[in-house]
């Protein structure tokens, strides 16, 4: 068993990196009283919350955060008709964040995720090292078997060409959980008991060309590089899915980072994740993603971007137009997205004019 | 899979005898060669008798055996680090386990002793996931499994045709990097073993190796030759060049590669200052093969990985040759490699 860290007592960071480039997206329904114990690594930064559900209800955010608080009558009064493309009841609203944020960085994290410790019973400070792996290169072109190469105490194997060594701009760093793992609901139910206590001490490049599952627990990414590709698509309330949205973010934004040459990495930091979701009400969610990703990953991992497309909306809106092509076959779902990704495209310009190409 | 459920019978641990005396090496290996036959070979180059403890099931092969099963013109095949796929090439199990003689077992961060044996029989006998990226790593081992969003029909993965080992304390650096960082020593264990996607590339080791023989036995080629290979990890590159082969026949024939655990401990051997003073050709030949192998496609009709072998070779030949005379040794030595491995395991 694991248990997380006890933060009491922790001074808050005296030295945080980046604050006033990075923003933390937090999506939420209930509470945040999770952020108490986060105080000494997130209270030097701004918040982005993005409240899901009843707009009325007021969340109550603890003393000393500086944050801006957005409810779905903000999100509809914002963005008007084009509110269409954001999900209601499901923290994929969250992606609403991301696009009314100005800063360079993202940093996004659950409301059940507290502070993981390291094996040497030290709290993890999750924030600082998603921004050394968003600082520093990626590798997706030839993979280190020693992982991430720029890390103290680590380097280059026997045989790493020369010529890759420097390696290409992070665009998103993907962090892991332990405690209650991120599984499907099948898995959840198979293996209710399960729990996450193997802390691997590495941080590694994903290749070129490989597909992953990307979590939003616990994830940061350079908006500025491939922001406009992190939309966690048509979820919850009125959508025959759910528990997909990151899962979709994720595959978009590994096609378009592998097409433009940045890099996505994977592996520290880990959080402690405290709750485990109800595997029915899950199964219920995810249960046509499970068909649909047979076809769906296929499809990813055959798509071919063309040379013309040289910014994330482009590329974007090239990928939208062949979902709406090759996949409504698959269910009208996908004709939806394919439409909702076009109107967040157009949203995001709008909000972010100076971000275009 | 457990410890308790390896058959020792379907493994030979093959060791590249690159120093004569043998004691400290194995006797440090002692519990965790127990009950696996051992092949020794000796590098034909090396002229002191071998030294090696009582009590191990062995077969020592030298010089001279090579000389009788290929004629004495090929023995500069296995000179040097390559000695040891004279003993890929005359064993008879499903696995083959192989490490450096300069190292010894590590020590897990809770101070156990690692066995690499098992962990490397385990990785081969589990399947590997090339297709997708399971952001938990090995879904297989206790405590782990396949993540949300990993499409089910991948979850029963495939064949592992190798298993590459990593090392604490001497890590497997180039020379100019170790020589810029002459203290610097892995003492970082990544609690992890993955498998390497389809497609993407990497140096492997030679110096903690594991593969399954009867799957791609064939594809470890000892191929490339450097014009001043030496008798230190810094002055080689076969292993690279027979891991980019690997790698891609692997990805070809639809099977996987494992990376991570087990490590061993690598002893201090060699100066890296030294090996630099030699004129460094690995780097020049390394940056002219990553091209080659990324738009390298090998023909569907190359079902079996002796064709692989042969049709890599005419490429190299064909797309490399004229660079390097490095190349066009590598892709005879490949096509007499696959003469060989035909000859010695029909008869066999």
Known sequence: MVDPANTVGIPVNPTPLLTDVLDIVIPTIRNLDFLEMWRPFLQPYHLIIVQDGDPSKTIAVPEGFDYELYNRNDINRILGPKASCISFKDSACRCFGYMVSKKKYIFTIDDDCFVAKDPSGKAVNALEQHIKNLLCPSTPLFFNTLYDPYREGADFVRGYPFSMREGVSTAVSHGLWLNIPDYDAPTQLVKPKERNTRYVDAVMTIPKGTLFPMCGMNLAFDRELIGPAMYFGLMGDGQPIGRYDDMWAGWCIKVICDHLGLGVKTGLPYIYHSKASNPFVNLKKEYKGIFWQEDIIPFFQNVKLSKEAVTVQQCYIELSKMVKEKLSSIDPYFDKLADAMVTWIEAWDELNPATKA | ?348
């Not at chain 2, 090929?74 to 890929?88: D, L, P, Q, V």
């Not at chain 2, 450097?226 to 082969?245: I, P, Q, S, Y």
């Not at chain 2, 040759?321 to 491995?341: N, Y």
Request: proline share 5%; glycine share 6%.
């Open chain 2, 1 to 348: 899979m457990s410890v308790a459920e390896i058959n020792k019978n379907e493994v030979d641990i093959v060791i590249g005898a690159l120093n004569a005396d043998l004691t400290q090496f194995l006797s440090s290996w002692r519990t965790f060669f127990s009950g696996f036959h051992l092949i020794v070979v000796k590098d034909p180059e090396l002229k002191e008798e071998l030294n090696i403890p009582e009590g191990f099931d062995v077969d020592v092969y030298t010089k001279t055996d090579m000389e009788k099963v290929l004629g004495s013109t090929n023995s500069t095949m296995f000179s040097g680090y390559s000695c040891r796929y004279f003993g890929y090439l005359v064993s008879k199990k499903k696995y083959i386990v192989s490490i450096d003689d300069d190292c010894v077992p590590a020590k897990d961060p809770q101070g156990f002793l690692v066995d690499a044996v098992s962990q490397h029989v385990i990785n081969l006998e589990t399947p590997a996931t090339p297709l997708f990226f399971n952001t938990l790593y090995d879904p297989y081992c206790e405590g782990a499994d396949f993540v949300r969003g990993y499409p089910f029909s991948l979850r029963s993965g495939v064949p592992c045709a190798a298993s590459c080992g990593l090392w604490l304390n001497l890590a497997d650096l180039d020379a100019p990097t170790q020589a810029l960082k002459t203290e610097q020593r892995n003492t970082s264990y990544v609690d992890a073993v993955m498998t390497v996607p389809a497609k993407a590339m990497l140096p492997i080791s030679g110096i903690n190796i594991a593969f399954n023989r009867e799957l791609v036995g064939p594809a470890l080629v000892p191929a490339l030759r450097l014009a001043g290979e030496g008798k230190v990890r810094w002055e080689t590159l076969e292993d690279v060049w027979c891991g980019m082969c690997l790698k891609h026949i692997s990805d070809h024939l639809g099977y996987g590669v494992k990376t991570g655990k087990p490590y061993v401990w690598r002893n201090e051997r060699g100066d890296a200052v030294e090996s630099l003073r030699k004129k460094w050709e690995g780097m020049k030949l390394m940056e002219k093969s990553v091209p080659f192998f990324e738009s390298l496609k090998l023909p569907e009709s190359a079902l079996k990985v002796e064709d692989c072998v042969i049709e890599l070779a005419k490429a190299v030949k064909e797309q490399l040759g004229s660079d390097d005379p490095a190349f066009t040794q590598a892709a005879d030595a490949m096509v007499k490699w696959i003469q060989l491995w035909n000859s010695v395991n029909s008869s066999g």
